[in-house]
């Protein structure tokens, strides 16, 4: 008689236990996916990051087969960033999951023979994971 009590006692304890830890692991998940939601990046701040990438890529990728004033090629590029920031901007679609976004984004330049690029980009605590590029 004395065992039974004992094991009913345990398998009181042990179920008071499990309720108490999903309880905390309820708190901890709803406590993350606030923490997610407050820090998924606004789309001015992907177009800020967008832009850096892309006048970044410029002036490495274009401004270096300039073969003379690549001093003026920087800086002509640096002038373009407002309209380079617009053209993404205008040029971006956002999906808002709430913990996240995904952000695509299609760049053309309108000059014969030159190549459109899409990216897809994940916006997640105050960060940004470009996961795709493609150029077509």
Same mark, same amino acid.
């Given at each position: 008689m004395?065992?039974?009590c $004992?094991? !009913?006692l345990k398998a009181k304890v042990f179920m008071k236990? $499990?309720? @108490? $830890?999903?309880?905390?692991g309820g708190i901890a998940a709803i406590g993350l996916g606030v923490a997610m939601? @407050?820090?998924n990046p606004s !789309?001015?701040?992907y177009n800020e990051y967008a832009t850096s990438k892309l006048v970044?890529?410029?002036?490495?990728?274009?401004c270096s087969k300039v073969p003379v004033g690549k001093d003026r090629c920087l800086s002509v590029v640096?002038? $373009?960033?407002?309209q380079i920031m617009e053209g993404i901007s205008q040029s971006t679609q956002r999906q808002n999951f709430i913990l996240f976004s995904i952000y695509k984004t299609e760049i053309s330049i309108p000059v014969p023979l030159t190549p459109s690029y899409q990216f897809e980009t994940l916006g997640a605590f105050q960060s940004f994971y470009t996961f795709k590029q493609e150029e077509n």
């Open positions: 004395g065992s039974l $004992l094991e !009913r236990t $499990l309720k @108490i $830890l999903a309880s905390v939601a @407050i820090a !789309r001015e701040a970044e890529f410029a002036k490495d990728e274009g640096d002038s $373009l960033r407002p």
